[in-house]
């Protein structure tokens, strides 16, 4: 067990604290410290997507990041996603579609159908498969995650929000 | 294990070379957490590069690019000058891992991992880069086909790290191109890699560099292949030499990817590919 560091970063907004051990990865420390359960953990070795956060903007697993490594950094998880109780629209299209069986999997899917919305507002079939090829799901088969994604890139660009 | 973030890649590598237990450097992390989580390694020293100024950085010149040794993958692609000097090394890069990986993932972590797959590898050896070693007391530029020398194994000393790749600036009328095979689209990792650059004058090939991975213990450079295309406008009759050199190169292993006898015949089935793509991005008409 390595000794505990302190580290400062701004989770989904809000300036946040944690002590953990340096070699505990950044997932962990968002679950059992920071108490953000929506990121997941599947694999543990970035295959799945599970455990997907932006961290300074960028799309990573959570998992392959230390916890230490976030220091003074920026890191927004799905638990960020919705606004004043109002869900994400990439949340609500997901249920809409019925893109989702056990659950575990749409945290990760819907961090990387954002990162995606966010530098490619109109996306292809092709385009979308291969943004969240780095996410598994065991349950429902893509199909329904990509058209729920297709349609909120529609109705976002309609809407003219990102 | 003591997590470090040094200022100066000198002070990453003497932390390196003074630390007595496992030591380990720290750049995307995509490799090394793995190995952590797996309880492969069990560091006692891990050195974060990523808080060194300059680290994280591509900086372009008359002399062509220094990519910093903390760059992403996903940092490399929205590089329109890289993409556009050497479009092979980008989509090399661009084909590890998912987005999520792509995030994190380095062109000297891919090299230093050392996996005869390796896809950014083959590229970087066509397109001539070169890796900044900086030691403890002295900084050398090597030849990126002199850093690995086996699977898993690197010609660097300990100490020493890679700071940043450089690559040439891209001379008029050349291109690049990489291609690789996988049994799956994404997420899957080299059975044969190939990396074609060339330099045409007046329509013909003047100069070639031709590379293949995922055939032998490392990526190899194929020079009886670039001799073959060398002096043509890649007629029929010089692609299937090209193929021929290319097969006739291959050390293969058998494993559940693909065949001794498969990965031979695709290594010039993918060089001919790579090369029309290489002669077309360099302006030549087929």
């Not at chain 2, 991975?213 to 007629?235: H, N, Q, R």
């Amino acid at each position: 067990m390595s000794k505990s560091t302190l580290v400062s970063t701004t989770v989904n907004g809000d300036a946040v604290e944690f002590a953990c051990p340096t070699d505990e990865s950044l997932m962990t420390a968002l679950r059992d410290r920071v108490g953000l359960t929506g990121v997941k953990e599947g694999c543990g070795t970035g295959d799945c997507g599970a455990c997907s956060i932006s961290l300074d903007g960028r799309l990573v697993c959570s998992c392959i990041v230390l916890g230490v490594e976030a220091e003074g950094r920026t890191i927004e998880t799905v638990e960020g996603l919705s606004q004043n109780g109002v869900l994400h629209p990439l949340q609500q299209s997901f249920i809409d579609h019925a893109a989702l069986q056990c659950g575990i999997c749409t945290p990760g899917f819907l961090i990387a159908a954002k990162a995606l919305l966010d530098r490619n507002p109109n996306p292809n079939e092709s385009e979308i498969r291969y943004a969240l090829a780095g996410n598994l799901c065991r349950c429902t088969g893509y199909d329904k995650i990509v058209r729920a994604v297709q349609a909120t890139a529609k109705d976002m660009r309609k809407k003219g929000r990102s | 294990m003591r997590y470090e973030t040094p200022a100066s890649a000198k002070e990453a590598a003497g932390l390196l070379k003074k630390e007595k237990g496992a030591a380990f450097l720290l750049a995307g992390g995509t490799d090394l957490l793995v190995k952590l989580k797996m309880g492969i390694v069990e560091p006692d020293l891990v050195v974060d590069i990523k808080r060194i100024p300059k680290i994280s950085e591509i900086q372009s010149s008359t002399k062509g690019f220094t990519i910093g040794a903390a760059v992403s993958g996903a940092e490399l692609g929205e590089h329109a000058g890289l993409k556009k000097a050497w479009p092979g090394v980008v989509e090399a890069a661009n084909l590890i891992g998912s987005d999520q990986i792509q995030g994190r993932a380095t062109l000297p972590g891919n090299l230093c991992n050392a996996s005869p797959a390796a896809d950014s590898v083959p590229a970087l050896i066509a397109a001539g880069a070169k890796a900044v070693v900086v030691g403890p007391l002295k900084k050398r530029t090597v030849a990126v086909e002199k850093i690995v020398i086996g699977p898993g194994k690197t010609s660097l000393a300990k100490g020493e790290l890679i700071e940043a790749i450089t690559l040439p600036k891209a001379e008029p009328r050349s291109g690049d191109a990489y291609l690789r095979f996988t049994p799956r689209t994404e997420m899957d990792i080299a059975v044969v890699g190939i990396a074609i650059s060339l330099k045409l004058e007046r329509g013909v090939i003047k100069k070639a560099r031709v590379v293949l991975g995922a055939v032998a213990p490392t990526a190899i450079v194929v020079a009886a292949a670039a001799k073959a295309i060398v002096g043509s406008k890649l007629d029929d009759k010089t692609l299937d030499k090209l193929a021929a050199a290319c097969s006739a190169a291959c050390n293969p292993i058998d494993d559940k990817r693909g065949t001794i006898e498969y990965r031979v015949r695709v290594a010039g089935v993918l060089a001919k590919r790579a090369a029309k793509i290489a002669f077309q991005r360099a302006g030549g008409s087929l």
